[in-house]
Structures are given as structure tokens and as C-alpha cells.
């Protein structure tokens, strides 16, 4: 058999994603934070991105990555929806989008897990040198 090329995804995995969050600890400030963005694991509409890009070799979600950056000296000072407001009559029609997701959000996610479960297909995280 010839050669064949194997095509390897470039993005962290797990042991590589919390190597990555101690090294950003050590240039963190004490009052610093650390953003991130990525497909929502938990969110059924987060196929399309976490599947259609070749970097995105593991899935996490907010509880997956504080127990990944729990052990780094990190903690997770929250979960959201990311949100971005166009200027003028589109922002009030976006507020209005938003405002409808949100409660659909809250309802389904009372429903199922008993709290608000964050459901867009990529989600922001943010984490914080623990107390």
C-alpha cells in the first residue's frame, strides 16, 4: 500500500487545552480574566461548528472546562451567550431575538436541568485565578 496522508487536527485536546490554561495562568494578573469562545458542547445546535472545523477535537462545555481549569489554579466566573448588537433599527430588532431566545432558553433549560442552560451553538467563558 502507498502512503497515505492522515490529516491531524490542529486544535487542543484536553491534556493540551489545560497545559495551554496553565500557561495563561503564569500571565494572568491578579485581577485578570481569560476569555473564551467555542462551540457549546451542550447546546444541540453546536453540530455544525463543532463538526465542520477539523481544529475542534474535543467538546467541552461550562462544566467541562471548570473541571479542566480547576486543577490549572483556574475557576469559572461565567457562561454566556455571545451577543452582538448591530447600531440602529437592527439592534432593537436583534434585543427583540435575543429577548425570545432567552426565554425559550430559560423555560427549556428549567424544564430539563432545573437552571438555565446556555443553548447557542458557541458559547463565551470566562475564567478567573481562584480565590
Not at 44 to 56: A, V
Not at 63 to 85: D, K
Request: charged residues 20%.
Amino acid at each position: 500500500m502507498g502512503n497515505r496522508s492522515r490529516i491531524r487536527p490542529s486544535g487542543p485536546s484536553r491534556p493540551s487545552a489545560a497545559a495551554l490554561l496553565t500557561a495563561a495562568l503564569g500571565l494572568l494578573g491578579p485581577d485578570g480574566r481569560i476569555l473564551l469562545r467555542f462551540p457549546n458542547g451542550q447546546s444541540p445546535f453546536s453540530g455544525l461548528y463543532q463538526n465542520g472545523d477539523l481544529t475542534h477535537v474535543s467538546r467541552f462545555t461550562p462544566a467541562s472546562l471548570r473541571q479542566l481549569a480547576e486543577p490549572c489554579g483556574l475557576e469559572l466566573a461565567g457562561a454566556f451567550n455571545h451577543r452582538s448588537m448591530p447600531p440602529g433599527l437592527r439592534a432593537l430588532k436583534r434585543r427583540a431575538a435575543y429577548w425570545v431566545r432567552d426565554m425559550v432558553e430559560t423555560v427549556l433549560g428549567l424544564v430539563y436541568f432545573g437552571r438555565r442552560v446556555p443553548l447557542d451553538p458557541n458559547i463565551v467563558v470566562v475564567l478567573r485565578r481562584k480565590a
